[in-house]
């Protein structure tokens, strides 16, 4: 049974560590968190899964904990629920938040708390969250742009 | 005077070199906008879900928005606070 998503529950692995120094060119981590927001079985019924309430309280959190993040267009994904089970065909909506983190273990430590947390609330099995190395480039100033 | 490129891509004024960004132009602005009530902010979240573009969602209740998508949340009466934007160049308005 989904519950709503508590900001209070996010925001307790929230630490100044898992910041990027975005002033300085500098190796990130780039993570995607998909959020359900919908789910339509094979026979058509649909499931709201993330509010937007939730999505809310989401943004909120991670915005505190990163100071920013970019939120990108839905994304539309089909699948088995059950591989062995052919009538278990799937459609998901979800929307991908992004942020950028400090590449460290803390970081990891708090999306897997954010991943345990949604689960259990969204009521969802696996709620995928991506992580990508990145290089932040720092230019130095173009003379004839100065 | 007042001058209109083809098609009213952009338009310049000689008096100034500002060039203002069209609503959809490649060269549209991006602005930034506060949303402090969050009631409102849900409404913006979905508005700027159904724009079907990224947006930036920064700490504060700050949004950074493409024109049409600000465009978007006026006609959806959503209310806000203009920040700031940046002109078609880029530079700070």
């Given at each position: 049974?989904?519950?709503?998503?508590?900001?209070?529950?996010?925001?307790?692995?929230?630490?100044?560590?898992?910041?990027?120094?975005?002033?300085?060119g500098?190796?990130?981590?780039?993570?995607?968190?998909?959020?359900?927001?919908?789910?339509?079985?094979?026979?058509?019924?649909?499931?709201?899964?993330?509010?937007?309430?939730?999505?809310?309280?989401?943004?909120?959190?991670?915005?505190?904990?990163?100071?920013?993040?970019?939120?990108?267009?839905?994304?539309?994904?089909?699948?088995?629920?059950?591989?062995?089970?052919?009538?278990?065909?799937?459609?998901?909506?979800?929307?991908?938040?992004?942020?950028?983190?400090?590449?460290?273990?803390?970081?990891?430590?708090?999306?897997?708390?954010?991943?345990?947390?949604?689960?259990?609330?969204?009521?969802?099995?696996?709620?995928?969250?991506?992580?990508?190395?990145?290089?932040l480039l720092k230019a130095d100033v173009i003379p004839s742009l100065a | 005077?007042?001058?209109?490129?083809?098609?009213?891509?952009?338009?310049?004024?000689?008096?100034?070199?500002?060039?203002?960004?069209?609503?959809?132009?490649?060269?549209?602005?991006?602005?930034?906008?506060?949303?402090?009530?969050?009631?409102?902010?849900?409404?913006?979240?979905?508005?700027?879900?159904?724009?079907?573009?990224?947006?930036?969602?920064?700490?504060?209740?700050?949004?950074?928005?493409?024109?049409?998508?600000?465009?978007?949340?006026?006609?959806?009466?959503?209310?806000?606070?203009?920040?700031?934007?940046?002109?078609?160049d880029g530079q700070?308005?």
């Open positions: 049974m989904a519950k709503p998503i508590s900001a209070a529950a996010l925001a307790k692995f929230a630490n100044d560590d898992v910041r990027v120094p975005m002033d300085v500098a190796l990130a981590w780039k993570y995607t968190i998909l959020v359900p927001v919908e789910e339509v079985s094979f026979t058509g019924e649909r499931r709201t899964l993330a509010t937007v309430d939730d999505l809310e309280t989401l943004r909120g959190v991670l915005c505190d904990s990163f100071l920013g993040l970019s939120i990108l267009p839905p994304i539309q994904g089909h699948g088995l629920r059950d591989p062995l089970n052919p009538t278990s065909l799937e459609i998901n909506k979800n929307i991908p938040f992004v942020v950028y983190a400090s590449p460290t273990s803390l970081s990891d430590k708090y999306f897997e708390h954010l991943q345990t947390e949604l689960q259990k609330c969204l009521d969802q099995g696996v709620i995928l969250i991506e992580r990508q190395e990145v290089f | 005077m007042k001058r209109s490129t083809s098609k009213g891509a952009v338009k310049k004024t000689a008096t100034n070199s500002k060039v203002e960004p069209t609503q959809n132009g490649i060269r549209a602005s991006i602005h930034l906008l506060h949303i402090p009530d969050r009631e409102a902010r849900k409404r913006a979240l979905q508005v700027l879900i159904d724009t079907n573009e990224m947006w930036l969602s920064l700490i504060g209740d700050k949004y950074g928005l493409s024109t049409a998508q600000v465009d978007a949340l006026r006609r959806a009466k959503v209310p806000f606070i203009c920040v700031s934007k940046t002109i078609a700070a308005d």
